[in-house]
T-cell receptor, first 112, second 110 residues
């Protein structure tokens, strides 16, 4: 089945230790999104790729970076995680002209 | 003020009850989405609406463009419907980007 896959599902890291979350998709969608969702809050868009065109939200901290080496894969790098970065990180995809987004299961990040 | 507002924030119901969750928005939109999020995080798209009404099984979604309001109805609710229901909108000028409401936590008791 075509889908959005996120790895790992759970990630524990230490304060300040870099971490990378991954997302892959078999839908061949051209747009990919990374969201941060904290407890009891709505998902917050961090950045999105329109094909290879990277779009950073104005309030996304510099601590967060992203890479999209090809259509299928997208990575979220947190260079120096702080306690406040503990959250669920959701990846989603869509195809231009079709506004439905398809979400992955999320990666729950815990920072110790 | 959030561009997308949902009510209620929390909703408890007995199995079998008819449930309504409301969403209002203050911006021009190209589409409105109802999403479901179960414990554990995964989000599933239930409906995408730009006008009128859609039905899927026990779920019905309506939208009134003039009033900038949408409702999600669940008929004959069941404990497995317990989840967070999120309203989100596309604004036509911003590609596929979604603007989210804060969600409604629904708990259905047997």
């Amino acid at each position: 089945d075509a889908m959005v896959i996120q790895n790992p599902r759970y990630q524990v890291t230490q304060f300040g230790k870099p971490v990378t979350l991954s997302c892959s998709q078999t839908l061949n969608h051209n747009v990919m999104y990374w969201y941060q969702q904290k407890s009891s809050q709505a998902p917050k868009l961090l950045f999105h790729y329109y094909d290879k065109d990277f779009n950073n939200e104005a309030d996304t901290p510099d601590n967060f970076q992203s890479r999209r080496p090809n259509t299928s894969f997208c990575f979220l790098d947190i260079r120096s995680p702080g306690l406040g970065d503990a959250a669920m990180y959701l990846c989603a995809t869509s195809q231009t002209g079709r506004e439905t987004q398809y979400f992955g299961p999320g990666t729950r990040l815990l920072v110790l | 003020k959030n561009e997308v507002e949902q009510s209620p924030q929390n909703l408890t119901a007995q199995e079998g009850e008819f449930i309504t969750i409301n969403c209002s928005y203050s911006v021009g939109i190209s589409a409105l989405h109802w999403l479901q999020q179960h414990p554990g995080g995964g989000i599933v798209s239930l409906f995408m609406l730009s006008s009128g009404k859609k039905k899927h099984g026990r779920l019905i979604a309506t939208i009134n463009i003039q009033e900038k309001h949408s409702s999600l109805h669940i008929t004959a609710s069941h404990p497995r419907d317990s989840a967070v229901y999120i309203c989100a909108v596309n604004r036509g000028s911003t590609l596929g980007r979604l603007y989210f409401g804060r969600g409604t936590q629904l708990t259905v008791w047997p």
